[in-house]
């Protein structure tokens, strides 16, 4: 083929694919024309394909500043615009919204207009591989089936494993001559708390990281446990390259349509050790018919035995619940410590209720129903998630053309259309940041708000619809 040949073979290319662009265009404007839709706020962009977003995203980040707070907040609330349409990486529309409409309905009213999409799976995958988390249509469904009754409430009322890892965590934060505690990082003893309770939880098999980070001998002598504690000199541990490799997948996010970026060998070698714990706890699970036995003889690991023998799948769908509860649990409980140390008041006030309500002496006094009948608790739960939400950015994108309810027209009252194949941004942080919602005093820490208010789809510490968070009671 000469080089004219090709140049018309090109030609007819383009003028197909615009013939196609616009007659799709056409009747995407036509859908929402019937439908009384009107066009969101445009978000102007001052180089095009969403550079300057991204730009902006890295400097922020380069100089140390909050992407919440400096990005997103910021747009949001210094035009006042609650929903706005702009230009994301490579080019591709995305609608950004904090209306609590637009959420439920992109959640739940239409939910099967909605999925995670594909590039979710593709920046999760070196470390989750296809789970729950990163998976939609009829695997997500088998994915959501297969984990439900693990979170029953009798399977979450044993808080004896629970208890061990509370007093590790006391046992390692060092006490002066006084008895008091000198300055400390707490966070990463939360971080190991959690880890260590979720090991327990899905394995039956606890890592003991915090006893091992202060030099002290894990008591569980399990293969798991005992992959976990080895480390060559110069290699990581598992509790490291679960940091590393949850580090990355948070970057890749962050990356968007440039989550290939983060891929670096540290990143990739995290993931493998990561991989290989939890292999290694599949691998004698499966030929041993169960997992690791200890006090309380449950683990999630087990149940799942009894519904698939698929290794990999085994081993996706742990890690995911390993990163979802050992991540959130730790960054909520660095949250409320922080809001102690900031408002003793109500640490003073919660310190009260509790010694009033439970018997510090009975263990078994605590519970899901007594823990969840404890209202003053709640609300400092809630508050704390109000304002320093786990997961501040979600998205969701459009499997076919469709319509939220608001954002549109210069009132953003009208209806908006949706084109398949856009996404829809949403940021829990910065809704529960507006003041129209939640009042005047809507940066400050107050318990009290939540007496005698009901969730709703302005609180979204949990997710809501058919994902909704299976951990949030």
């Not at 990486?89 to 099967?112: E, Y």
């Not at 995911?320 to 809001?339: C, N, P, Q, S, V």
């Not at 003793?344 to 519970?367: C, S, T, Y």
Request: aromatic share 10%; with cysteine; hydrophobic share 40%.
């Amino acid at each position: 083929m000469g080089w004219l040949q090709i140049l018309l073979v090109f030609i007819a290319a383009v003028l197909f694919n615009s013939l196609r662009s616009n007659q799709k265009e056409r009747r995407f404007q036509k859908f929402a024309a019937e439908n009384g839709c009107k066009p969101p706020y445009r978000e102007e962009s001052l180089l095009p394909w969403g550079i300057s977003r991204f730009y902006e995203m890295m400097k922020t980040i380069h100089d140390g500043g909050d992407i919440l707070e400096d990005i997103v907040v910021k747009r949001f609330f210094e035009n006042g615009k609650m929903t706005r349409e702009g230009t994301g990486l490579l080019g591709k529309l995305s609608l950004n919204t904090i209306d609590p409409r637009n959420i439920q309905t992109v959640m739940a009213l239409k939910f099967k207009d909605f999925e995670v999409g594909k590039r979710r799976h593709r920046a999760f995958r070196p470390l989750l591989g296809t789970g729950i988390f990163t998976t939609d249509g009829p695997f997500w469904e088998h994915s959501r089936a297969l984990f439900r009754p693990q979170f029953a409430r009798e399977n979450v009322n044993d808080l004896v494993s629970t208890e061990y890892n509370v007093q590790a965590l006391l046992k390692v934060i060092p006490v002066d001559g006084d008895g008091w505690t000198p300055e400390v990082d707490l966070l990463e003893h939360f971080y190991r708390l959690t880890l260590d309770e979720a090991t327990a939880s899905f394995f039956n098999d606890n890592i003991n990281s915090q006893l091992a980070a202060a030099g002290m001998a894990p008591i569980s002598s399990g293969s798991t446990t005992t992959l976990a504690a080895e480390k060559e000199e110069g290699e990581m541990d598992f509790a490291e390259a679960f940091n590393i490799a949850q580090d990355g997948l948070a970057w890749r996010f962050q990356l968007s349509g440039f989550y290939w970026l983060g891929n670096g060998s540290k990143f990739r070698k995290a993931c493998r050790k990561a991989k290989n714990f939890v292999d290694a706890a599949v691998r004698r699970a499966l030929s041993s018919g169960k997992s690791h036995q200890s006090e309380s003889g449950y683990s999630i690991l087990d149940s799942l035995l009894r519904e698939t023998q698929d290794a990999t799948e085994l081993r996706d769908q742990c890690l995911a619940l390993l990163l979802a509860g050992r991540d959130t649990t730790a960054a909520l409980l660095g949250w409320l410590f922080t809001m102690f140390i900031v408002h003793p008041h109500v640490f003073q006030k919660l310190r009260a209720v509790i010694l009033e309500e439970f018997d510090p002496n009975d263990l078994h006094g605590i519970n899901f129903a007594s823990l969840k009948g404890c209202r003053y608790l709640q609300y400092v739960i809630n508050e704390t998630l109000r304002l320093y939400n786990p997961v501040p950015l979600n998205s969701r994108v459009a499997l076919r053309d469709t319509i939220l309810p608001s954002g549109g027209g210069p009132d953003q009252k009208e209806p908006v259309a949706i084109r398949k194949g856009q996404e829809v941004l949403f940021s829990p942080y910065a809704m529960h940041r507006r003041a129209d919602i939640w009042g005047s005093d809507v940066l400050e820490f107050k318990p009290e708000r939540w007496v005698g208010r009901k969730s709703d789809w302005s609180y979204l510490a949990f997710g809501g619809g058919p994902r909704v968070c299976l951990g949030r009671k």
